[in-house]
């Protein structure tokens, strides 16, 4: 089954303790994985596109990485207003296409 | 600035009632698609269309209609049919295939009276 999962589900962080977040999926043919970011009673904020193993996406604070497998959403010495819930989803298939969005990481970082 | 515009933010619908959703684009996108946002659930697609005057099925699309007469227009129609609409509703659109990342509108809430 196609699946696209992502842990953890939420996250607490004091500001400047970076760490990362994890976005593992089981599909058939890879198109691309995005990262968003979505804050409360809003739409999600798109950030990153990776397409194939190996790339790296970079971004103020943040940095995408891309396996096989898996992408992660690095943060590095993470700040209050980096709180919000990440969003990854994944789109594979054939020449329509399908997107999987996985259920979230929802970040909080303290002062 | 271009972007997505869905209206109202807040929606309460009482029984037996349908609503409408609105969401309006000038991005000059061809794509555009419905989602639904549940508490601790990824994004589920409702319907999509990727021309003008068509429009297909999503994976959760029973209780729910949609029309494109206008290429910059997607609205979603919450009819009675549905019977848990309570959720957070997303419209998105996209340029070109979907290798290209989708862009959000702010959503709308619908509640139930």
């Known amino acids: 089954e196609d699946q696209v999962t992502q842990s953890p589900e939420a996250l607490r962080l004091q500001e400047g303790e970076s760490s990362s977040l994890n976005c593992s999926y089981t599909?058939?043919?890879?198109?691309?994985l995005f990262w968003y970011r979505q804050d409360p009673g809003k739409g999600p904020e798109f950030l990153f596109t990776?397409?194939?193993a190996g790339e790296e996406k970079e971004k103020e604070r943040l940095k995408a990485t891309l396996t096989k497998k898996e992408s992660f959403l690095h943060i590095t010495a993470p700040k209050p207003e980096d709180s919000a819930t990440y969003l990854c989803a994944v789109s594979y298939g054939g020449s329509q296409g399908n997107l999987i969005f996985g259920k979230g990481t929802k970040l909080s970082v303290k002062p | 600035d271009g972007g997505i515009t869905q209206s109202p933010k807040y929606l309460f619908r009482k029984e037996g009632q349908n609503v409408t959703l609105s969401c309006e684009q000038n991005?000059?996108?061809?794509?555009m698609y419905w989602y639904r946002q549940d508490p601790g659930q990824g994004l589920r697609l409702i319907y999509y269309?990727?021309?003008?005057?068509?429009?297909q099925k999503g994976d959760i699309a029973e209780g729910y209609s949609v029309s494109r007469e206008k290429k910059e227009s997607f609205p979603l129609t919450v009819t009675s049919a549905q019977k848990n609409p309570t959720a957070f509703y997303l419209c998105?659109?996209?340029?070109?295939?979907?290798?290209?990342?989708?862009?959000f509108g702010d959503g709308t809430r619908l509640s139930i009276l």
């Open positions: 269309s990727q021309i003008v005057n068509d429009f």
């Open positions: 998105a659109s996209i340029d070109g295939d979907s290798n290209q990342p989708q862009h």
């Open positions: 991005l000059n996108h061809d794509a």
């Open positions: 599909v058939s043919g890879l198109r691309g």
């Open positions: 990776l397409y194939s």
